[in-house]
């Protein structure tokens, strides 16, 4: 099993910027892909980025150029760095991660807040 715990979600001001981050622990070798997922009040989870073991990458048409996922294989994280943040990126971001058995194991989400 793999657990993920995420970090640095808070309250930012529209056209600021904020980095998320997710540290992977248990079997970690079974990891095929990482990623970003969010989910705004009444609607339902989507994604937002993902980062493949081999480095590639794949954003939502909502975020790119705004948001950069990446990914430390040595330390087992992954990150989200969200920039030009618009009210309507408001929701809670769950840290994905995909192993190679084709499970799915998701953090417990941490809320990002926009004002505009």
């Known amino acids: 099993q793999v657990q993920v715990v995420e970090s640095g979600g808070g309250l930012v001001q529209a056209g600021g910027s904020l980095t998320l981050s997710c540290a992977a622990s248990?079997?970690?070798?079974?990891?095929?892909?990482m990623g970003w997922y969010r989910q705004a009040p009444g609607k339902q989870r989507e994604l937002v980025a993902t980062?493949?073991?081999?480095?590639?990458?794949n954003y939502a048409d909502s975020v790119k150029g705004r948001f950069t996922v990446s990914r430390s294989n040595a330390k087992n994280t992954v990150y989200l760095q969200m920039s030009s943040l618009k009210p309507e990126d408001t929701a809670v971001y769950y840290c994905?991660?995909?192993?190679?058995?084709?499970?799915?194991?998701w953090g417990q989400g941490t809320q990002v807040t926009v004002s505009s």
């Open positions: 994905n991660t995909y192993t190679i058995y084709g499970s799915n194991y």
């Open positions: 248990g079997t970690i070798f079974s990891i095929k892909r």
């Open positions: 980062v493949s073991d081999g480095g590639i990458t």
